[in-house]
């Protein structure tokens, strides 16, 4: 394995807000380690690119990891991570942003306990350690928490009238909490979805996979992960046993 990737739940206290807080070791140089869009925002902290902020991503990255290099971070859920990163997402989607421009000596503190951890869970506990969530989600961020427990697969003018917005409220204030407007929101959720059922079930045929994930069909899949990764679903599961059929 050229990269071992680790998720660590978070403490009660931030799991409303976030996700999960992860690590990716090499073994070896990997050149070309992808991250696939999945509408959430990272606080990222590697040895030779710093401490920053990466906003949710409309397309694939790839990210050169040298031999022995860690890398490690805490991922917001969709929606909730403007407060703590103290910056509108949609100025930080397909882009990021030194974490210092944006606290100030907080990071450069958080940068060095991150320095100085010895292990994956440590460098968990410093980046949980540094957030104080707000009292409660605003009626945005719980919309948008409704678009990701639907994995996208819900209707964005019922939820936006659930939460007393119109659409164009919706569609503005969602923009700037989650760098996405909602419909691309719902997207981004709905190939997230169906990637973790690929994942989960190698050899599901890719028909299947589409119907559960509320595409129209496998066309409507492999348009929407050729638009986000540039290659058919065939391709991006290829080495995991994943295979596509009717």
């Excluded at 999945?38 to 040298?66: I, K, Q, W």
């Excluded at 103290?86 to 930080?92: Q, S, V, Y």
């Excluded at 407007?181 to 169906?194: D, E, G, I, Q, S």
Aim: proline share 7%; net charge positive.
């Amino acid at each position: 394995m050229r990269a071992a990737y680790r998720e660590f739940r978070p403490p009660p206290h931030l799991a409303a807000w976030v996700e999960c807080l992860w690590s990716v070791d090499a073994a070896v140089m990997v050149p070309d380690y992808g991250v696939a869009p999945d509408g959430c925002l990272d606080m990222v902290y590697s040895p030779g690119g710093g401490l920053r902020a990466v906003g949710a991503m409309t397309r694939e990255r790839r990210f050169e990891l040298p031999a022995g290099d860690r890398d490690c971070g805490l991922r917001f859920r969709p929606g909730m991570a403007s407060d703590f990163l103290k910056t509108p997402a949609a100025g930080l989607t397909d882009s990021e942003a030194p974490l210092e421009d944006l606290w100030g000596a907080p990071a450069r503190r958080l940068a060095e306990l991150l320095e100085e951890a010895r292990s994956p869970e440590d460098a968990a506990a410093a980046f949980a350690g540094v957030l104080r969530p707000a009292a409660r989600a605003t009626g945005v961020q719980r919309a948008i928490a409704a678009l990701a427990a639907a994995h996208g697969a819900v209707d964005v003018n019922e939820v936006a009238r659930q939460a007393n917005l119109s659409p164009r409220q919706f569609r503005r204030r969602c923009l700037e909490a989650s760098g996405l407007t909602p419909k691309h929101l719902c997207r981004v959720l709905r190939f997230r979805n169906a990637s973790a059922m690929a994942a989960r079930a190698p050899g599901l045929k890719w028909s299947i996979i589409a119907a559960d994930a509320g595409y129209f069909d496998q066309a409507h899949l492999i348009r929407d992960f050729r638009e986000f990764t540039g290659r058919p679903p065939m391709a991006v599961f290829s080495n995991t046993g994943a295979t596509g059929g009717a």
